[in-house]
């Protein structure tokens, strides 16, 4: 059952806010101290964004079925973030089952917020375009990661769906962002489309709802857990 945590803190963690730090606060909190205990992480981390004139919103998003970290249940009074200690304002926890992720309409086309750098890897190479192979493809293996069992995708869903998919239009820009150690990396930010032709298989337009409705829980791309490949979707019908 996905958990999304959202919690307030004091503007001035913004000037703290880098990715690495809080790749690490968010490790810590979800994977016990130490963390960094698994490659494939089952959460992601969104970055700082203004929430009020006097606050900022941190959100975590918590995948994997079954266990939950007590962090996203009791979440801290207080945040190391580098050099700073601040406290939680606020902390609202939401949750959804997969299974009502599952149940959203066929979609014929989706639009595609990308509200941070989003970026992909091909063959140890980066890519910016966020082609429908890169962009469905990683929310189709996200979901197949951290979904049960009964609701994952197969070979042949993942083929059709990226045969028909195109892109019909897009708005986007690079900007500059970084990895948790420091290394300069460029994505992707705001919108693109993409469309199914008539002639594609129904099965592909159910599984570009699911992936559209599960865009925002999910992220896409590299460096979801340091707040890159935060992406929003909406169906077109």
């Excluded at 979609?107 to 980066?126: C, I, K, M, Q, S």
């Excluded at 129904?202 to 829980?217: I, K, N, P, Y």
Aim: net charge neutral; glycine share 10%.
């Amino acid at each position: 059952m996905p958990l999304t945590l959202d919690l307030l803190l004091p503007a001035p963690a913004v000037e703290h806010g880098t990715p690495a730090r809080l790749h690490a606060v968010a490790c810590s909190l979800l994977e016990g101290e130490g963390g960094h205990r698994t490659q494939v992480k089952p959460w992601t981390a969104w970055p700082l964004r203004d929430a009020d004139a006097t606050g900022v919103a941190w959100r975590l998003t918590w995948l994997a079925d079954g266990h939950v970290p007590p962090a996203m249940l009791e979440p801290p009074l207080q945040l190391r973030l580098g050099p700073a200690d601040l406290r939680v304002h606020r902390a609202e926890l939401a949750a959804v089952e997969y299974e009502e992720v599952a149940q959203a309409p066929p979609a014929g086309g989706a639009g595609f917020h990308l509200v941070t750098p989003t970026y992909f890897n091909r063959e140890g190479t980066d890519v910016v375009l966020p082609e429908p192979t890169l962009l469905l493809g990683s929310l189709l293996r996200r979901w197949n990661l951290f979904a049960p069992a009964p609701l994952r995708f197969g070979p042949e869903d993942r083929g059709a769906l990226l045969e028909h998919a195109r892109v019909s239009q897009f708005d986007l820009r690079t900007v500059r962002t970084s990895t948790v150690r420091g290394v300069p990396r460029r994505g992707a930010v705001g919108s693109v489309e993409v469309d199914l032709p008539r002639r594609s298989p129904t099965r592909s337009r159910e599984v570009l709802g699911v992936l559209t409705a599960a865009a925002e829980l999910l992220g896409a791309g590299r460096a979801t857990t340091s707040g890159s490949g935060v992406v929003l979707g909406r169906p077109k019908g």
